[in-house]
């Protein structure tokens, strides 16, 4: 009789075990990609190399050939057009130059992008030298074109952008250049870095 009461009594202890083993194992990640990646255009979650040109959709096309999924609940019946899906996003072209670093703690990397006929600049930047700057970003187009804008540059470590306004383009995108210039906002006004669309290397100073 106690045998029998033991051998019942470990039978339900290996049952209730059983879930408990698989919660303590966990979800298995072998194999997965973590997507870290370096430079301020990743950490912005922008895709693109550095130094060169990319084409960025802010949707990505899923394997299915370009198709949009039909909602759920929502089945085409036979003989039913099909329902048309979301409507594709503009892409934009952007022509990027290298990421640069000054001394004094401060990252940054100025693009060039088009899209739907406009043309504009943008600079990426993280400010990690404890004081607040300020950034001029000058875009240069065809025929002495240029159009600039100032921006306030605050002293946190955060990454930030400042970019120009959206101008019509007149001309193609590698007619274009962009030139950001980072400064102490005093009476010297000390430059610390210049980072251009197409520069070959470090320019702060």
């Known amino acids: ?22 919660a303590i194992a966990g979800p298995d ?5 973590d997507g870290k990646g370096g430079g301020l255009l990743s950490t912005l979650g922008i895709a693109g190399p550095p130094g060169g040109t990319a084409r960025e ?23 039913e057009p099909a329902r048309p899906g979301p409507a594709e996003q503009p892409r934009t072209e952007s022509a990027c130059g290298p990421e640069l ?8 990397q100025t693009c060039v992008l088009a899209a739907e006929g406009r043309t504009w600049g943008r600079t990426y930047y993280r400010n990690t030298s404890g004081r607040a700057l300020d950034a001029v970003l000058t875009v240069m187009g065809p025929a002495g ?4 804008i100032r921006c306030a540059v605050g002293a946190g470590d ?7 306004p959206r101008e019509a ?3 193609a995108q ?22 251009g669309s197409n520069a070959p290397e470090a320019a702060g100073r």
């Open 145 to 148: 074109r240029t159009v600039q």
């Open 1 to 22: 009789m106690n045998l029998r009461l033991i051998g019942i009594g470990a039978g339900v202890l290996i049952i209730l075990s059983l879930p408990l083993a698989g």
């Open 158 to 164: 955060e990454p930030g952008l400042c970019e120009t």
């Open 174 to 195: 590698d007619a274009y250049s962009a030139v950001a210039e980072f400064a102490v906002p005093d009476d010297e006004g000390e430059l610390l870095l210049r980072s």
């Open 169 to 171: 383009s007149a001309g």
């Open 57 to 79: 959709s802010p949707a990505a096309s899923d394997a299915g050939g370009g198709k949009a999924p039909a909602p759920a609940g929502a089945a085409v019946r036979p003989g």
């Open 101 to 108: 670093t000054a001394p004094q703690g401060l990252e940054a």
């Open 29 to 33: 990640f072998a194999g997965r990609d």
